[in-house]
């Protein structure tokens, strides 16, 4: 499917979710509310099969949190990135996918792990790479650490 | 140049024997006395035996791996094993807390003691034994599996998961490929009709077995090879301390002196196994005899006896070796596999063979 | 609370072991929790972080020039193709290309970085099963492609010889020759690796019917490169997303079919074959010209998303760059290939035997700190 016919296709179910095309990929943004429906929507069907969940990260935008998921359809080598706005800086929480995306588990253990984002339903969250102890998170961009040393 | 042809192993032996029999006139405190000479003499020839095996181990890996292996310290690294011999006394003989510290301690002393029972009824040479016991090979074959009893000593008591993984998995494979190695050596006992080691080496005096026992002796020398290789914990059977899976296996904890004595063990058992290869299926100290071509058998027992055995005993160590650096080990159930499915049935339809080749008289 | 913080909970029959962080399968500081019934996994949880550098986080504060060293110590097995990421995604950035001529040498050694960590995962393999001899066999060519490096590049590990807009340095003349005496050392070689290990018994069992992995969970799971491909998957990056001029090269994607561990084995063991072809495609073909495009001293990416990936000798390495105009990264991520490999770890190796987790893992190819980052 070309762009616009993947926009046309989820306009269609979803109204609210809008679109910037500047990058090289089509972007697609939507409240952190209706994630989970969209992409469930995304990966299973038929037309869409957004099968393969390549990269799932979290950017700091100070005033929020956007959750960035890059999917592409092995079947038919289609690409989407969907972007999902966490307001709340303090407690963020998003649905997780994991349950669609198994590779999922890892990622948001991650980005919960350096971001904070608490996933909502995911089966194991606890820290990935630091340890439990952890004050903080690392990847924020009002994360202090007394011996950061930037050059 | 007369005289030293005349002295052989035996010779010094029964002469210190008469020696000690007119010296002193208890017959019992003499018996004890030569024991414990012996015993001296054991321990004197094992432990450069082990050097000699630890460094040619090495030699060999090296040999195989395209590399010098040891070549720094001493001519040729020869000293390489002393320095790691005095690495290890120097350190400290580590007791983990919560390890049962009696058996824990006691597990390598188990191991090389059962060992060293083993060589008692080793022909070294011609008229050359410690004890010439008329059950040989049933001594050898039952003596050697008390070995399993210091394996899982050593991982039950070190209170460690891996040692333990490793106990077990030893404990089952020791016990399975014991029936393999017995059957094999019962092929050569159904041939020779003895199980006396001395017989044994006698009867082999037209033609070692493996040369005049056809190819259901061959079967069962390869089939010895490979049982007791898996017996004594080698690679690719060396499951027990599989490294990479185990890190060490039953012998993770152990430090210093202590994991020495496994080493000690380990390489003696090699030595043991190859000699009683050597024994049985080449013939041991017997040199190379052809039929009753007198000619050719008298040029043959120029060469001293003891080298004979020596050098068949080192033959089969290279091969043991050979194995160590070129296989991949199995899996614990394909080593069972291996031996249930496999080696038994086969031996076992060998020792059929064997006996009716025996019966029969087929054999040369 | 352990140290970990975890629960060591097991059922009636179970115990747990920890395999690593050192531990002599593991690769490097991999930490892996075992609950075993006996011999057979039960469950395993892998326990990251041991070598965690914050490799993002230090990008944000370096310049676009230099967070490209830093990504040699991520997979610093292919380090080279990780600077190549880097060096390609700040070039879609700043929407320049790379000459011919660098494109070109980029690829060669690209090729040459992935024979070499073939070859070292090859040995390892036979080290993890226990074979010991093969690694030496690997460390042979491995230390010839690993000279060529060092002549060229000045490293032999950790190369650093892309930058933005092309390579570093022009190639050293004894270059082309070295690689071409190189890949007949190599091509004489690959069926002594096949005598060795490939087609050995106990190797061929221990591999055999082991640690399958299905192509819908390979997908599932984000698994890429060999892992995946060895189940069929097609997911080469080379053929997908083409990048420095590899759609002008002939090689063809390597798939297994089974998805267990030997099929793994056999798609990296036919992969280094491709990977020869494509060089020896190419060495006699290198461009005159420049080998670095002009680039301004400080190089600052217009503000906007930049995803490039790459195939690693491991998988897809993604690296995308979120820029707000200035001149380090506003955010950086690196989609590391063994970050979703090693998480269909648990799924692979459930209900086999400890030894089989050797297997399994070896054939995984885990570098940790691609892992961590």
New interface residues.
Partial sequence: MTNEELKQYISALFPTVTYDE????LNILIASTELKPLIKTLRYEDDLKF?????L?C??WKTNLMM?Y?LIS?TH?HIV?IKAKIADVVKPEIETVCDI???A???ER?VYD?FGVNFKNHPDM?R??????WEGY??RKNYVDENMI?? | MNLLLTISFSSVASGIHNWLVSTIPNELLAKSVEMVIAGICLLLFLVPLCFILGYMERKVAGFMQMRYGPNRVGPYGSLQIVADTVKLVMKEGLTPTGSDKFLFNLAPVIMVVTCMLVLAPIAFAKDFQIWDINIGVLYVSAISSLAVIGILMAGWSSYNKYSLLGAMRSGAQIVSYELSVGLSLISIVILTGSLKMSDIVMSQETGWWIIRGHIPVIISFVIFVIASTAEINRAPFDLAEAEQELTAGFHTEYAGMKFAMFLLAEYINLFIVSAIAATLFLGGWMPFHIGHWQEFNHIMDFVPSSLWFLGKTFFIIFIIMQFRWTFPRLRVDQLLTLEWKYLLPISMVNTILVTVMAIMGWHF | MSL???DYTTEEGEFVINIGPQHPSTHGVLHLKVWLDGETIKKVQPH??YI?R?I??MSE??SYRNFIYATSRMDYLSAHINNQACALCVE?GLQIEAPPRAQMIRIILAELTRLASHQLWWGCTGLDLGAVSPFFYAFREREAILEIMEETCGARLTQNFCVPGGIMADIHPNFQKRTKDVLKQIKSKFQEYDDVLTGNVIFENRNKNVGFLTAE?A??????GPMARGSG???DVRK?FPYDGYDKVQFDEVLGKEGDCFSRYMVRMNEMKQSVSIIEQLIDNIPEGDFQAKTKMVLKLPK????Q?VETARG?L?V?I?SDGAASP??I?Y?SPN??N???LD?VARGYKIGDLVAIMSTIDLIIPDV??
Avoid at chain 3, 219 to 224: A, H, K, M
Wanted: charge should be negative; proline fraction near 1%.
């Fill in positions: 500047t990058g090289e990929f099968n393969f969940l390549f990269c990260t950017i700091d960035v890059h092995k080598k990135v995306y198994q590779t588990n890892f990622h991650e350096l606890r990935l790479l630091l340890d439990e102890s690392p990847l930037t050059i | 970990l913080g975890e990251l972080g965690h914050s993002e986080k504060s370096l879609k969970d997908i599932s799971f984000g698994c890429t998957v097609s997911c997908w906007g998303e930049f995803y990936r897809e993604g995308f979120v506003y955010r991520k989609r970050f979703s090693l998480s269909a799924h961590d980052r």
